[in-house]
């Protein structure tokens, strides 16, 4: 009797694992869903911001990293030096109070309204 339990135990090989390649199908869906979610959208926000950070130019009103509003009066390129580009920027009109910032510390960029309203 207990040879009998030892062989219906043991199974007769019918009992098999999952087939090959499937015990990293985990990993690999979470190495997509880490893509899909996480790093494509930080490459398209990157992206946008360089756009927008590349179009500010004379006029244009600017929110420096989030607390200072002011208008560009001056576009300063950056050199083999300095390589960062600055504008200065008017805070003030009654006191013709400028500030000079990095052009990466803009957060967002409102453009100048065109004299025709478009």
């Given at each position: 009797m207990l040879a009998l339990l030892t062989l219906l135990a043991q199974g007769d090989g019918a009992a098999k694992g999952p087939p090959?390649?499937?015990?990293?199908?985990?990993l690999l869906l979470i190495g997509a869903s880490f893509l899909i979610f996480i790093i494509l959208p930080m490459r398209r926000d990157k992206?946008?911001?360089q756009q927008m950070l590349s179009i500010v130019d004379k006029g244009d009103?600017?929110?420096?990293?989030?607390?200072?509003?002011?208008?560009?009066?001056q576009v300063d390129k950056g050199d083999?030096?300095?390589?960062?580009?600055?504008?200065?920027i008017k805070i003030d009109e009654n006191a013709n109070t400028k500030m000079r910032v990095l052009r990466s510390s803009i957060t967002r960029?409102?453009?100048?309204?065109?004299?025709?309203g478009s």
């Open positions: 090959p390649g499937m015990d990293m199908l985990p992206k946008q911001r009103r600017v929110i420096v990293s989030g607390a200072i509003i002011g208008t560009v009066v083999e030096k300095d390589p960062d580009d600055k504008l200065v960029v409102y453009k100048k309204e065109s004299k025709d």
